[in-house]
């Protein structure tokens, strides 16, 4: 059976909204380009932009679910994003303009918990994004497996929830966990499948309105004992990644 990509999706700056594409071209040892390129320091963080560092340094949204509502465009010629979310108004700024972050700060502020460390600056780390893992990782979901937490919930969930990179259909819940040790070529480019997804409260709030309303991770652990979703991959040899190109095991 063949399967194909169905949605491919970045995340310009970590946990601060998501971007459809249509193609992307992959990097031998890189991140997908343009996902994660940036993430929110917060006041106790100890990250600089001189290495990768654990996602308890950031805003996200674990912490502050009304950030999963955001929407985010990535401009790549100018290096200007764009954000959008229900509850405030669009803003256009460059992540890397020091006189554009108070701005940022002052739209994202709302959106964030008044008793936790409030977000202090924008950082980028050089030839990678900000993944949750130590290594540059892209994140491969399977639809069945999204269908299969649905029943579980009783309700049908969006699969922004997951903010996973690549999509596909392996007609079977947690096949992708089969991958696991293997390699795999998505268009063009081969990964190695390395580890699964293990979620946290962000996937709890609804994509739409930034408020938790779907207990994941309890469908998770109660249903099938773990709060896995999903797989992360390393890009072994880069190539262009399309809608509908193939997905197999090699």
Known sequence: MTHTVTNIWRHPLK????????????????TMPGDRVWAVAHESSKADASAW????????????PQLMAINAQLDDASGRLTLSH???????FD?????????FLEWE????????????RIIR???????????????????????????????EISPLRWRGNIW?????????????????????????VREPVVRCLATTANPETGERDADTLKALKETWGHQ????YAEVLSGGNILLSDSVEVL
């Open 15 to 30: 946990s601060h909204g998501r971007e459809a594409l249509d193609s992307v071209t992959m990097i031998a040892g890189q």
């Open 53 to 64: 560092a654990p996602c308890a340094n950031f805003t996200r949204g674990s912490k502050a």
């Open 86 to 92: 229900p509850t405030r108004p669009e803003i256009s």
């Open 95 to 103: 992540p890397e303009d020091p006189q554009d972050l108070q701005r």
């Open 109 to 120: 502020k709302p959106l964030t918990p008044a008793n936790r460390a409030a977000s202090a």
């Open 125 to 155: 780390v050089p030839g990678r994004g900000m993944t949750d893992t130590d290594y540059p990782s892209v994140s491969l979901c399977n639809w069945a497996s999204h269908r299969a937490v649905e029943q579980a919930l009783g309700h």
């Open 168 to 192: 596909f259909d392996l007609g079977e819940a947690w096949a992708e966990n089969d991958f696991i040790g293997k390699d795999i070529r998505i268009g063009e480019a081969v990964f190695r």
């Open 228 to 231: 896995n979703f999903s797989v």
